[in-house]
């Protein structure tokens, strides 16, 4: 009983930890820099963000050694960040700047063949998927 | 004396524009990159921004080649926003994280020796002043 009642307390303080995380936008960002996945609670935070994701990343980031695993997760905040533009609620969040700006640092950073490919991509991505909002949108 | 009105209302708004744009921390801050220039009235308006200095930054910068001029500018609007870190209202800002990225990548964007040591310079001056805000 003693030990059931312990991993039930273990369980139930590690939902509330993960709770009060999934909430904040800065958690969400610095749990896919750190661990390199997205979980689809995070994919639901990160997707509001637009440019204030890329924002977040800086500050995850600034004292981050970049390795390609980081500069990895770094593009998978960017890209989930844009995947919906017209989800993101502050309107100049919508456009990709601070990102922008992030991913020419990424670039600059790094001399890993790969990397500098999937920061082109991510690159192209968040500029198709910001032209794609701004046509829908009839702006 | 219709004319007269128009000059007046022109001035009217003239002035009006000039007031809002005096006020908007973004369009300081363009100014100072663009042109260099930091005026009286700026570091009441900047001085209290801190990190979210180097936030709009970012943004200001994202279409830009940096030049040595840019960068230098740029080192201008750092050392304002980070001057006094009591001064800092969003006590988040007050610590110089986004500044710490930017100044990075300043510094991989140029190989001007001269520059490369003012970047440096403002990396200790900001951390310096983190320190002092963490006291």
């Known amino acids: 009983v003693r030990v059931t009642l312990v991993v039930i307390l ?7 930890a993960y709770g009060q995380g999934g909430y904040d936008p800065e958690q969400a960002v610095r749990r896919v820099v750190n661990t390199g996945m997205i979980q689809g609670w995070d994919q639901t935070v990160l997707a509001h963000l637009g440019d204030a994701g890329a924002v977040l990343a800086t500050k995850v980031l600034a004292d981050k050694n970049l390795t390609p695993k980081t500069i990895g997760s770094a593009l998978i905040v960017v890209e989930n960040s844009f995947a919906e533009p017209k989800l993101v609620e502050i309107t100049a969040d919508r456009e990709p700047r601070t990102s922008l ?6 670039e600059l950073s790094t001399s890993d063949a790969e990397s500098k490919k999937n920061i ?14 701004l046509k829908a949108s009839g702006q | 004396m219709r004319a007269t009105l128009v000059i007046c209302l022109a001035v009217i708004l003239s002035a ?9 921390p973004e ?27 180097a936030v709009l930054l970012t943004k200001i910068l994202a279409d830009r080649d940096l030049t040595s001029n840019t960068i ?6 750092i050392d304002s926003v980070f001057a006094d870190s009591n001064l800092v209202e969003t006590v988040d800002d ?27 310079d403002a990396v200790k001056y900001v951390q310096g002043d ?6």
Do not use: C, W
């Open chain 2, 72 to 77: 230098d500018n740029a080192l201008v609007v």
């Open chain 1, 120 to 133: 082109a991509d991510t690159r192209r991505y968040v500029q198709d998927r910001y032209a794609t909002f």
């Open chain 2, 27 to 53: 369009r300081i801050i363009r100014r100072i990159v663009d042109d260099g220039i930091s005026e009286g009235h700026d570091q009441k308006v900047i001085g209290g921004l801190g990190d979210a200095g």
């Open chain 2, 16 to 24: 009006l524009g000039n007031a809002q744009a005096g006020s908007d």
């Open chain 2, 94 to 120: 007050r610590q110089p994280r986004t500044a710490l990225l930017l100044l990075r990548y300043f510094d991989l964007s140029t190989n001007d020796a001269a520059l490369k040591k003012r970047i440096a």
């Open chain 1, 101 to 106: 700006l992030l991913l020419h640092y990424l």
């Open chain 2, 130 to 135: 983190k320190r002092r805000g963490e006291m």
């Open chain 1, 10 to 16: 273990g369980l139930a303080l590690s939902g509330a």
